[in-house]
């Protein structure tokens, strides 16, 4: 009998639902308290961005992330795998320009990271935003440092971008400049990824 080559092909089932507002408490434990946390906030290393209280946090993701008349504006939603809620995914629309949207991820345990999981959510993010809000061009913002975040964006089709003030300046409006112009790291030290869907 001669050899032959298996293949085995893992298909990754991730699905993704609005957050609740009385999910809005545990997104945040997700984001900020997990062991996933120092992946991309807080000393030391990433002083810049520091781990945000509970009512700083509350401050940021309003509670239209949370219902679903507001979902033009943006939403934080929850990613399952098989069921199991394994992290959040969000996107905000509000302060950029039509047809735009910039996504952040985060998972709510190191191990569910570095499965293909985040790629895959975020992909089910942009098919949602552009069926469903004819989102037809998205920008992620991660720190410069957070290689493997910016690995996994790229899978999900994202590309790095050179010059950050003429991208930022492509989508953000101008009077929220000022104010979510520079990324949550600095413009220096902010990643900028952005897609554009082809029609």
């Known amino acids: 009998m001669y050899g032959r080559t298996l293949f085995i092909f893992e298909f990754i089932m991730i699905t993704i639902r609005h ?7 545990k997104t945040y434990e997700w984001l900020c308290l997990s062991d996933t946390a120092a992946m991309h906030m807080g000393k ?6 520091p781990i945000p209280t509970w009512q700083e946090f509350q401050n940021d993701f309003e ?10 504006l943006g939403s934080v939603m929850i990613i399952e795998k098989d ?12 302060h950029l320009h039509h047809h735009m949207a910039e996504l952040d991820i985060w998972l709510k345990s190191k191990a569910y990271c570095g499965k293909g999981y985040g790629t895959e ?9 552009n069926s469903s809000l004819d989102t037809t061009q998205f920008i992620i913002r991660p720190s410069e440092k957070n290689i493997g975040a910016i690995k996994s964006y790229q899978k ?5 971008i050179e010059n950050k003030e003429e991208a930022i300046n492509q ?24 897609l554009v869907l082809e029609d």
């Open 19 to 25: 957050a609740a507002i009385d999910e809005k408490r």
């Open 44 to 49: 030391p290393d990433f002083p810049e961005n």
């Open 63 to 72: 509670d239209f992330y949370y219902q679903q008349e507001s979902l033009h």
């Open 83 to 94: 069921g199991n809620e394994i992290g959040a995914t969000c996107y905000a629309c509000f």
């Open 121 to 129: 959510a975020l992909k089910e993010l942009i098919n949602y935003l």
């Open 156 to 160: 999900a089709g994202f590309r790095k």
């Open 171 to 194: 989508y953000l409006l101008e009077k929220y400049l000022d104010n979510y112009g520079s990324g949550d790291y600095g413009m220096n030290s902010t990643a900028v990824l952005t």
